[in-house]
């Protein structure tokens, strides 16, 4: 793989797995069912998980942009369980000019991933053998969840 060159972070890329963009722009979102995702807060600890996720590679970033505009993306499948665990800090952020306020955990993190096309397939070593430099693990709300009136209490879910 070798380091990544600044002054063109893609000339090392060949894959890059995404759900494409939808025609409202949404940009490389899927649903994923709640039993999926769980969070705990108050534990500081939460997961993230799919498995045979169909999804499409597109080579590079500025690939898959300019292949969803102008056509689909290679097919692939992707699965992957992230965690987020032992929190060392905690940041609470609020800008009511932005309409945003959250709670932020720093964490330890893990990933476990694998990805798969019809001439490629790749697997992450597992999580335990890595050493995770940290992750954020949070809740926020804005936009329309943000209350117009008084000032909420950094990262409390208002509904």
Do not use: C
Request: charged residues 15%; hydrophobic residues 35%.
């Amino acid at each position: 793989m070798g380091p990544v060159d600044p002054n063109n972070p893609f000339v090392s890329q060949v894959h890059d797995f995404n759900p494409g963009i939808l025609s409202n722009g949404l940009l490389w979102t899927v649903p994923l069912p709640a039993d999926n995702i769980q969070a705990d807060l108050a534990a500081g600890r939460g997961s993230l998980y799919a498995a045979g996720l169909k999804v499409g590679d597109g080579g590079t970033i500025p690939e898959s942009l300019s292949r969803n505009e102008g056509g689909p993306l290679k097919p692939a499948t992707v699965s992957f369980n992230v965690t987020w665990s032992d929190p060392t800090a905690t940041r609470q952020i609020s800008d009511p000019k932005l309409g945003f306020a959250g709670t932020f955990l720093e964490t330890m993190s893990s990933i476990w991933f694998t990805a798969e096309t019809d001439d490629f397939a790749f697997v992450t070593d597992p999580p335990n053998t890595s050493k995770g430099l940290f992750g954020w693990l949070g809740y926020e709300v804005n936009g329309e969840f943000f209350p117009t009136t008084g000032t909420p209490l950094a990262g409390t879910p208002t509904s």
